[in-house]
């Protein structure tokens, strides 16, 4: 018999470094799920990727069980680690705070794909160059 699925929470977490104290723990608890055993799981699984916010997908059933998926990180976090900057500009349109090229874009974007809602690696570069002008970063050739 197929489980029933209660919910669905996505979360953004370090990598490697989950603990009960909130977010992870209020979003758990409330839904009965033994909050422990999710964050010995997930750093176990994400032990590989410290320092990274690594979103997860976590299904909960109605037994209290769960699965989870993880995703790729966020695109403005691997933006930020291939110009090598703390942050993106509080005003993208006045004040830009790097370049990128389209060689950086496409790596993104092909790190990305599995996640992005795009067809080909076009789009991708395209959903990743968004995000870049949307950070204060120029694309350039």
């Known amino acids: 018999m197929a489980k029933v699925v209660k919910t669905k929470i996505k979360l953004q977490i370090p990598g490697g470094a989950a603990t009960p104290a909130p977010p992870v723990g209020s979003s758990l608890g409330q839904h009965g799920v033994n909050i422990m055993e999710f964050c010995k799981q997930f750093n176990a699984r994400t032990a590989d990727r410290r320092g990274e916010t690594v979103p997860v997908q976590i299904t909960v059933y109605e037994d209290r069980t769960f699965d989870f998926i993880i995703k790729t990180p966020p695109v403005t976090e691997l933006i930020k680690k291939k110009i090598k900057i703390d942050k993106g500009s509080s005003r993208p349109h006045e ?30 570069k395209k959903i990743v160059a968004g995000s870049a002008r949307s950070m204060g970063v120029d694309v350039v050739d």
Do not use: H, M, T, Y
Request: glycine share 4%; no cysteine; proline share 3%.
């Open 95 to 124: 004040q830009k705070v790097g370049k990128i090229s389209w060689r950086d874009i496409e790596d993104i974007a092909k790190i990305k794909l599995p996640d992005l809602n795009a067809f080909d690696i076009e789009q991708a």
